[in-house]
């Protein structure tokens, strides 16, 4: 198995990354020679996603001239949000990424709650092989241990997410986005998450793929709020909480927390446990 020095907070490393003196990448895979067949290459994609795709793009060449078969994993998949287009000649960005990965030598990409497929299991996106992974079941068991086994009523902040919760009878919200805000930001304003049902009393898991800048979770956790909901829960697979939004959440609801796809101080379910446990490695 291959290590980035990005996954160093896992398993020791055993690639070498180093950066020449003008900023451009170096990256060694020792003992690359030896590798044959299937080789599991543990590497993410985020933070820095520009320059932690070249450094996969760069291994996956390494490994492919090789002669072996790398299976990239990437717990993250930055690009992830832009497989569809709004305005004329935007970039599919989802789909320009999977291919690059493909043609760089990847057999297959192992990553967690790929935000454009929207289920668990095998697809096939921009000519690239995707084992998408879901941390739900991981993160409502959490969550419940939170409560000590009290009732918990699991509900997506949007219908992109309603794939997490609705094995466990869990409910979606409506949100709709609206036009790209004025200025450099490419920022779709959230214009509304609708919310059409009871949660007086109960405790609420509020469970999303990821947490970005956190618009969408405040807006869902004061639809539950004013419901009457009694606890109130936030989870996701992803936690980049952008703009101050861990500390505005942990100030909103009693409990938020995420995988460490990507490192946070509230990541407290280890995405690596759920892939052995489903002998993805
Ligand atoms: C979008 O559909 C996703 O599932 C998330 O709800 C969204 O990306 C979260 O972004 P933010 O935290 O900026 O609202």
Known sequence: MLISPNFSDIAKPNIEFKTFPDGDNYVRVPDAGKLKGEVSLLHRLYPEQDK??????????????????????????????????FLEGEALSAEVLCRMLKSAGAEKLVTLDCHFLKKEGRAEYGGLTIDNISMGKALIEHAKKKINGERLEVISPDVGAKYLVEEYGGKSMEKVRGAYVEGSEAYRKIEKVEFGFDVKGSNVLILDDMISTGGTMFRAVENVKKGGAKKVLC????????????????????????????PSPVSEVDFMAVLKEKSVL
């Not at 996969?56 to 790398?70: E, F, N, Q, S, T």
């Not at 980049?240 to 609801?253: A, D, I, P, R, Y």
């Open 52 to 85: 932690a795709v070249f450094q996969a793009v760069l291994m996956l060449d390494i490994l492919k001239k090789a002669g072996a078969k790398p299976i990239l994993v990437a717990p993250y998949l930055p690009y992830s949000r832009q497989d569809k287009t």
């Open 235 to 262: 989870a996701a697979t992803h936690g980049f909480f952008l703009k101050g939004s861990l500390e505005k959440l942990k100030g909103m609801c009693d409990s938020v927390f995420v995988t460490n796809s990507i």
